[in-house]
């Protein structure tokens, strides 16, 4: 029997087939560093100095509105690394840098991710003034046992002040949480996630721990020091999550994140609606059209040297990728099979130049893993969900 929660509702911001442009922003330090994370996150012991990070910002904003050309923009993400380690200047600057080059419309979607070990209110508010209008908290677990497993600066305390302040400080807010830890059973995290919905106001990002390649948890858990849920256990905690939150209102706009309909990000729609975004920062990506082609952009990752680099050429990109019309449509595949509202079938005909293999889409269909809304569209199960990149792979070739 299928336990799986039933797509209910699509997003309430619908897919216009206008993506929309996101500028994203990486600032790459933390205050120390998770031993799950394998962002581009680094670690300083002498203060950063944040007017020289500024100026380089700014500077490669300016190379980057070269290669996009004119745009609306139509969400700022301030993303890392911890964001909220930036003095609420520097991100007055960076967000006055974002709107002398492109158009930036009042009341578009600003987002900044923030610790809760790094947050108090006079930072808050300063973000606020800056013109930050929704704020993602790390929150990740509510048990300290937990926290201090995950390698986290805050406990459970200072987690649930972060949120009151983001509550009382920002129109919009998030939090996301980390799930599918050792030994966690499925009835756990049911409690717990109940307790994040009842502090939660329309948003919540929730992860399943992965390994990954290069942390420190890859070396324990390849010692056999770490053990996480296998397969079964982690498709129980998955469906109990699909389950919990549709039934309180935010169901699963996305693999991971949940919203009530009218709530998503408009930033993270737009990368999987396979929009345009500039990337800027060490270790940002970006898409920027050219005509009908697209271009992928990457930054050198170590902070200073992409300082220096910036400094002396303008920009710290170290490749710049054209991507022809096949690896466009694998891209949207690989997006918007992510979402709910699934993938639209004739942009990706366009970009691909052929319709899906009938063989390879039957199969997929009869096994439940995917399914079509009218003609238009193809979306992922509930159960296509858990093997998403076995479907895109699938339908990829
Ligand atoms: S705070 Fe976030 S970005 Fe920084 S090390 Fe931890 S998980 Fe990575």
Request: glycine share 8%.
């Amino acid at each position: 029997m299928n336990t799986l929660a039933p797509i209910v509702a699509d997003t309430l911001l619908p897919d216009t087939g206008e993506p929309g442009f996101g500028v994203y922003v990486h600032w790459p330090f933390c205050a120390a560093k998770c031993p799950y994370c394998d962002f581009n996150s680094h670690v300083r012991h002498q203060p950063v100095d944040q007017e020289r990070f500024t100026a380089a910002f700014l500077k490669e904003m300016e190379t980057m509105r070269r290669m996009s050309g004119p745009k609306t923009v139509t969400s700022v993400f301030l993303g890392g690394g911890t964001p909220s380690l930036m003095d609420p200047a520097t991100v007055e600057a960076i967000l006055n840098g974002i709107s002398r080059h492109w158009h930036m419309p009042d009341g578009i979607e600003i987002t900044m991710e923030a610790n809760p070990s790094s947050v108090e209110a006079t930072r808050f508010r300063g973000y606020r003034a800056a013109g930050v209008n929704r704020v993602s908290l790390g929150v990740q677990a509510l048990n300290d046992a937990d926290l201090k497993f995950l390698g986290r600066l805050h406990d459970v305390a200072d987690a649930l002040k972060a949120i009151k302040l983001a509550r009382d400080i920002f129109p919009r807010m998030s939090f996301d949480l980390i799930y599918a830890r050792p030994r966690q059973t499925v009835e756990e995290w049911e409690a717990e996630l109940a307790q994040a919905i009842s502090y939660a106001v329309d948003h919540l990002s929730l992860y399943q721990l992965t390994i990954e390649e290069g942390t420190p948890f890859y070396g324990l858990h390849k010692a056999g020091k770490l053990i996480v849920p296998d397969g079964d256990q982690s498709a129980a905690l998955y469906e109990a999550t699909q389950e919990i939150t549709a039934r309180h209102g935010m169901p699963a706009y996305e693999v991971s994140n949940h919203a009530q309909p009218g709530a998503e990000s408009r930033h993270n729609l737009t990368y999987w609606r396979y929009g345009d975004y500039a990337g800027i920062g060490p270790g940002a990506h970006g898409r920027l059209s050219r005509g009908s082609q697209k271009i992928a952009t990457a930054t050198e990752r170590r902070p200073e040297t992409w300082l220096e680099q910036v400094e002396a050429q303008g920009h710290g990109m170290v490749d710049q990728e054209l991507l022809g019309y096949d690896e466009q449509a694998d891209e949207l595949l690989l997006m918007g099979l992510r979402l709910r509202e699934g993938v639209d079938l004739a942009r990706w005909q366009q970009l691909s130049g052929r319709d899906p293999n009938p063989d390879r889409e039957q199969t997929l269909l009869e096994h439940g893993f995917i399914e079509r809304i009218g003609n238009s569209r193809l979306r992922c199960t509930p159960k296509g969900m858990l093997i998403l990149d076995a479907v895109v792979a699938d339908l990829a070739f």
